[in-house]
């Protein structure tokens, strides 16, 4: 199969996440875990220690807003428009208000982690920019990110995509690990030094 372009309708089911009007209040013991954007770290991964737990209205079936693993979050408002893939098994969590849920309809085409490192490109978020609605806080509609557009390599070359990506992440984290333990020393022998320096006075 040689590489094509189509667009995010054609290949995925979408849905706008968890509708509520009123302000969602956090129950410890609540029947369900909300999903915001901020439970994401710079790198895409979800922060679940952030997450909250709340009580579901008896007017809102949850069944329509949960997510799952590989489901793709893309936010609705805001200067940003990114794309997250869940990658865990998550259990009677929702996605908020301001993300669209993004569930691939054919995986044998497309791979979910591929799908949302494209959504991710400067291609697709210039596109987002042009065609957002103008308002207090910026936003994409749903017929907007439907349309967007999407090019679908043959498989081989999606997986290696990821498994490049995954490659470079491994590697930043690394060298983040290489500077703290740096710092940490470099901490360690300053407080060192300033503590021979009070003792000699």
Known sequence: MNSYKTTLREIADIRVGYQTRGRIEENI?????IIRPKDFDSAGNLLLDQTIRFSSSSKIDPQNYL??????LVQARGQSHMAYLTQESLVNSVAANSFYIIRIIE??????????WWINQPKVQT????ERGISTVPFISKSV?????VLIPPLRIQEKIIELIQLWRQEQGLHQQFIQKKDNLIQAVARNAAARLMEEH
Do not use: Q
């Open 127 to 130: 596109y987002f920019k042009k």
């Open 29 to 33: 013991h609540g029947d369900l875990t």
């Open 145 to 149: 990110l439907s349309f967007a557009p």
């Open 107 to 116: 995986r044998e085409k497309i791979i979910p982690a591929y799908l949302a």
């Open 67 to 72: 997510i799952t693993v590989e489901d793709i």
